[in-house]
Structures are given as C-alpha cells and as structure tokens.
C-alpha cells in the first residue's frame, strides 16, 4: 500500500520519489505538488545585455532574501531549543 502522497510533506514526498525514481505515480503527485505551487507570473525573455545583467541581479538578490530567510527560520528554532534546555 502506496502513502498518501496528497497529505505527505514535500520533503518527504521528495525524499521518496528519490528513493522509488520508477514509480511513475508518486512522480506525479511530486510536479503536481510543486507546479501547484509555483508562481503563475511569466516574463519576456531578455533582449539585451542589459536587461541580462538585471534579471541576474534581481535573481541574485531573491537568493540572499530566500537565505535570510531560511538562516532566520533556522536560527530562530534553534533558540527555543537553547532556552528549554
């Protein structure tokens, strides 16, 4: 009997799409999952050397945004494991 891909967390349900590459059904649920959840926001391809420079400094800067945040996550979970011990 196959997990509930549906309920299942997305590292988990990666973590097990990993370990099952030929189960073409969980493989599904997982680009279901994640395609779900990406942003329906498009963009016109680059038409200068400029415009390529910019989209690679706006991507830079959502990286250091997506860091802190993760490093914020992280760092704040880690003090309440600190402060009940």
């Not at 493989?27 to 415009?51: G, L, Y």
């Amino acid at each position: 009997m196959q997990p509930d891909f549906n309920t299942m967390p997305k590292v988990e349900l990666r973590t097990y799409v990993i370990a099952h590459p030929a189960d073409k059904t969980v493989f599904h649920a997982f680009v279901d999952r994640f395609t779900s959840d990406a942003s329906p926001e498009t963009f016109d391809i680059p038409k200068s050397n400029a415009e390529v420079e910019e989209v690679e400094i706006l991507i830079r800067q959502k990286l250091e945004q997506l860091k802190r945040a993760s490093a914020k996550e992280s760092g704040s979970s880690g003090d309440r494991e600190i402060g009940q011990g």
